[in-house]
């Protein structure tokens, strides 16, 4: 692989210039401007420079392996090089001094000896002229004599000579007289170059300043001395001149990495084996692994596996392995081969906000550095349809629910061919619930409408594969490799057993746990936590998980309790800081349990917190200063968050039995690569829960089964309201063959006990057209045969367009139609009202005595209490004031915001479907983000940076970064000197984002103006007659 990058570097070093002729820039000087004694030396030069260009051609290409090439073929100063020609441009020039001198005045050589120590040389090569330029130190004043040089005597200076000059020139500027102005290009180019200067010209030089005239005579002689000294200096001190801008080592980098490029596409595109310097990808691609991630080497089995013929081949492709073995790197390669060399579009599924906004943080800057956008694709965020790019190519980063709607505004808008690939990471996820079908309905469409997309799927919890393969029409690796050994522990009382398979029971007695308990310790911690967590802490990590919330806050307190106060001493100044930054994020506010934990490094992690306070504590966590996390069972299917040792505090999620699935996601945030050397994970039990954990540890995964007839109105119905609003199956024939190849019709057989998918497609489809969202057509086939056909209602539109839950549907339609009829628009109240989300008015229990004694509709006044909610949030913007007026948890609120911000997203969608709710369409926008970012209007642009939350963006605005610009230019090392608790992986990491999102509106801009002067296709053609012509 090496070997191929050498070749392709060699091949590019040793690729001559091609410079333009000058022949067409400038005219040749005709017979009446040449002097007598002009016409031989002129002869003699064009007899030189064709000598040269001989040689020049004559020059056999060598293999240089050296990436600057300073001189270019200029190896020598022998008589026919460069400098011989000046010396006859010198010839020339000093003939025209001394017609000078002969008309100067003598008399003024004492006013110029003494003038001239107060001027510079300075020379200016520009193109294809060299400017001879001597300033006065004088004010107002500004003097330039102009030489003419031949077209071939810089026709062939390399590029680092230019800027040499150009250099030298910007030096002696500052040195000048700042009154000094710039001679315009044109004019000087005009008049110096093959022109001779006429005695006119200089007469009248000498009319306009006599004074300056004198001076040059004098002061000719050390003038053009200097010439040859500066020229020669120049050409040897090229290699030490700093060239940032016009570096050829970065033209020729740039070159390379255009080259391998091409190399892999058509490597890519025939069958060969030869993989080009790093997968079919530039050598680029590997270094910037090495400088943004430190990875330097492939595991054998990421190997292997982008080495596999079904991936070569593009079939398919699900492969599953252990937490931590490194799934993410081997489909973040496939995405940079599609984007690269094949410059096809990407979408890359996951679970959750966070993590989309993690990977957005990672690959903005490899979007940056090898030219695709990064887009994000979450919550109330993204473009639908997305941007259609001219030549840069798009990496979409959605959630599950975000996937599926830009799935379908490619389908509809026919661009689903531009995408080349989609990776779905926790693949397991299709049999979770409402989620698990909205992704299995947006695999479905993917393998129905095109052929060339491939399917990549990664989990490291699959059972049933089979069903999976049959389903995606895949391929399936699996390894059991994890590059940190794992060592799982049970604790029973006081011992410790360690699980092994091939044991009678299941496990082997390891040790005996050895702390020495107060009677007061052993009641307060029976499960002797404090003495396994010390065993660790402070030094490395470790995780708590807890079965709930209010048992993490509990389980943290208590611990710090009983730990030695040295613990408090283990980087104090930075636990201080991350208190202080948890009370600035939050308006001055500070939970008394974090305040009684941080101090000992210990915090609790659940969805109690805000987004800002999480966010805070997982980059203090990550960063060592904390080093314990008591935390719900989320936090292993959420952000990368690793540990020395992972404690579970009981075998149980809230009241439910732990699962296997469950249990090997948390066990597999011990001992992550790179940061552990081993890792290990110890299960609490009591013994009236030995047996059922024996089996969960001996069990294989739970299989993943299809919810998509199970979510009835969020999974089938929603299908086929889909699939007939997109004209991808409109009968009844089309969409029972649709049902066939999903997930759910490979499993048909195990699902359906009572009916076949026949009558429940039939019964899904009765339903829908009931509802008013589908009509039914009738097409006559024959006499004998009479087909339904189906077609899609403007309410129905709009519900599949705004992704609205079918069984709200009708009741949004209501209160928009209602609202109408009296819409307060004094305040956004009534607006909040109206997209606050339906669902979550059951989990309200509002104190409202006086409405429960009057007659009223619940859901109305839970959903109301809900509105008051957020209007408080929006005009106060405290989520902890808010919090303490509503007696409501503040992770509740942020759930509240963040589901409304959706959920209006949606609303908005809905209206644009409908003619009637055009008022809503003007006024939801604004209201969406509002209560995306519920922040001053200031803060706005820096939050929709990824990763900037409320705090950091306070942060950034009162340290001078206003807007996108600002972020996007800014310095990350300047950052981490700005803002606190600033590490320089997130300071890279905003910038990066920025930079990023600002190139995406450019480029929205560009193309939107080229889309504004480009011809219509639909433009009419009406032909002239040939009368009209005459």
Not at 760 to 784: A, F, H, P
């Amino acid at each position: 692989m090496d070997e191929g990058v050498s070749r392709i570097r060699r091949r590019v070093s040793v690729r001559k210039r091609d410079r333009p002729s000058l022949g067409s820039g400038s005219a040749a000087p005709t017979a009446a401007e040449l002097k007598p004694g002009d016409e031989e030396g002129e002869e003699e030069e064009e007899m030189m420079a064709g000598s040269r260009r001989r040689k020049t051609v004559e020059v056999q290409p060598v293999e240089n392996d050296s990436e600057e090439d300073m001189f270019g073929d200029y190896d020598s100063f022998a008589e026919n090089s460069f400098l011989a020609q000046v010396d006859d441009l010198e010839q020339q020039h000093m003939q025209v001094a001394e017609h000078r001198k002969h008309a100067s005045d003598l008399s003024t050589e004492d006013l110029c000896s003494e003038s001239i120590k107060h001027n510079k040389l300075s020379i200016t090569t520009v193109g294809n002229f060299t400017e001879l330029k001597t300033d006065e130190h004088i004010k107002n004043q500004s003097r330039h004599e102009d030489v003419s040089i031949e077209p071939d005597i810089l026709y062939d200076v390399p590029s680092s000579q230019v800027l040499y000059f150009e250099n030298l020139q910007n030096s002696s500027d500052d040195l000048g007289d700042q009154s000094t102005k710039e001679r315009d290009w044109n004019a000087s180019s005009h008049k110096t170059v093959n022109e001779e200067l006429p005695h006119n010209s200089i007469e009248q030089h000498q009319q306009i300043d006599d004074s300056s005239s004198k001076v040059r005579t004098s002061s000719e002689e050390n003038r053009r001395k200097s010439l040859k000294e500066h020229l020669k200096s120049a050409m040897t001190g090229n290699a030490k001149a700093q060239t940032p801008i016009f570096s050829r080592t970065k033209q020729l980098k740039e070159t390379l990495l255009s080259e391998e490029i091409n190399v892999a596409k058509k490597t890519i595109e025939s069958s060969s084996d030869d993989l080009g310097p790093f997968y079919s990808l530039p050598s680029k691609v590997r270094d910037l692994y090495v400088q943004f991630k430190g990875i330097e080497k492939l595991y054998e089995w990421q190997h292997t596996c982008l080495t596999l013929n079904s991936v070569q081949e593009r079939k398919n492709l699900i492969y599953s392995l252990p937490t931590s073995g490194g799934k993410t790197l081997v489909a973040e390669i496939l995405m940079l081969q599609e984007l690269l060399c094949r410059r096809r579009d990407v979408l890359m599924i996951l679970p959750y906000v966070a993590i989309v906004q993690e990977k957005i943080s990672g690959l903005s800057s490899f979007g940056i550095e090898l030219g695709f956008f990064v887009e994000e694709y979450a919550g109330s965020k993204g473009k639908f349809p997305p941007i259609k790019r001219r030549e840069k190519k798009s990496l979409y980063i959605a959630t599950i629910e975000k996937g599926h709607s830009l799935v379908n505004s490619l389908i509809e808008t026919g661009r689903i061919g531009s995408l080349g690939l989609v990776v779905v990471d926790e693949l397991h996820m299709i049999g979770e619930g409402s989620r698990g079908a909205i992704l299995e309905m947006t695999l479905a469409k993917i393998l129905y409408t095109s052929e060339t997309t491939q399917i990549i799927g990664m989990s490291a919890t699959l059972n049933n594969v089979e069903d999976l393969q049959e389903f995606l029409q895949a391929e399936y690796y699996t390894s059991q490799f994890r590059p940190v050994e794992l060592k799982e522990y049970l604790k029973i009382n006081n011992a410790i057993y360690e699980v092994d398979c091939k044991a009678e029971n299941g496990m082997t007695f390891s040790r005996l746990l050895n702390c020495q308990y107060s009677d007061t310790l052993k009641k307060m911690d029976p499960d002797h936590l404090v003495a396994l967590v010390t065993e660790v802490i402070p030094n490395y990590s470790c995780l708590v998980f807890c079965p709930t919330k209010k048992n993490c806050e509990n389980v943290a307190e208590m611990i710090c309790k009983f730990l030695s106060k040295e613990h408090m001493k283990h980087r104090e100044k930075e636990k201080h800081e991350v208190i202080k930054n948890l009370r600035n994020i939050s308006s001055g506010n500070l939970c008394p349990v974090l305040k009684r934990t941080i101090p000992f490094g210990v915090a609790y992690h659940h969805s109690g917190l805000t987004s800002d306070e999480r966010k805070l504590l997982e980059e203090a966590y990550s960063t060592g200063v904390l080093c314990l996390f008591t935390c719900t069972s989320t936090l292993a299917a959420g952000v990368n968050l690793p540990a020395r040792r992972v404690i579970l505090r009981a075998p149980y999620v809230a009241k439910e039995f732990l699962k296997r699935n469950q249990y090997k996601q948390m066990i597999g945030r011990a001992g992550r690569a790179g940061i552990d050397s081993t890792g290990e994970s110890i299960l609490i039990l009591q013994e009236k829960d030995k047996q059922q954990v024996l089996e969960l540890i001996s069990r294989p995964l739970e299989n993943c089964y299809s919810h998509l007839v199970q979510e009835f109105t969020k999974g089938i119905q929603t299908l086929f309201l889909s699939l007939i609003g997109l004209k991808i199956a409109t009968n009844l024939d089309d969409i029972y063959h649709f049902m066939c190849g999903t997930f759910f019709g490979v499993q048909q057989k195990i699902l359906l006990k009572e009916k076949s998918l026949w009558e429940i497609t039939v019964e899904s489809l009765r339903y829908l057209t009931e509802k008013g969202l589908l009509q039914k057509d009738t097409i006559n086939k024959s006499e004998e045969e009479i087909q339904y056909s189906f077609h899609i209602t403007k309410l129905g539109r709009a519900t599949f367009k705004g992704t609205i839950d079918l069984a709200y549907c009708d009741i949004l339609y209501r209160d928009l139609k209602k609202g109408l009829e009296g819409l307060v628009l004094e305040s956004l109240l009534h607006l909040i009202y109206l997209t606050t989300p339906y669902d979550m008015a059951s989990q309200c229990v509002p104190d409202w005595m006086i409405y429960f004694r009057q007659k009223v509709d619940k859901d109305i006044v839970n959903r109301l209490y809900l509105s008051f909610v957020l209007y408080t949030l929006l005009k106060e913007t405290n989520i902890w004031s808010v919090s303490e007026k509503f007696n409501m948890p503040r992770g509740y609120i942020q759930s509240l915001l963040t589901g409304a911000a959706s959920f209006s997203s949606c609303v908005l969608h809905f209206c644009e479907e409908l003619e009637e709710f055009w008022v809503y369409r003007a006024l939801l926008g604004e209201l969406t983000k509002k209560l995306t970012y519920c922040v001053k209007a200031e803060l706005i642009p820096l939050m929709e940076v990824t990763g900037v939350l409320e705090g950091r963006a306070k942060q950034l605005y009162n340290a001078g970064y206003k807007s996108l610009m600002h972020l996007a230019n800014a310095n990350p090392e300047v950052l981490i000197r700005t803002i606190d608790h600033l590490s320089r992986r997130q300071a890279k990491q905003i910038v990066s984002s920025a930079k990023m999102l600002l190139h995406e509106k450019a480029e929205a801009l560009q193309e939107e103006v080229e889309e504004l002067l480009r011809l219509p296709p639909d433009f009419p053609s009406i032909e002239v007659s040939a009368a009209e012509k005459a």
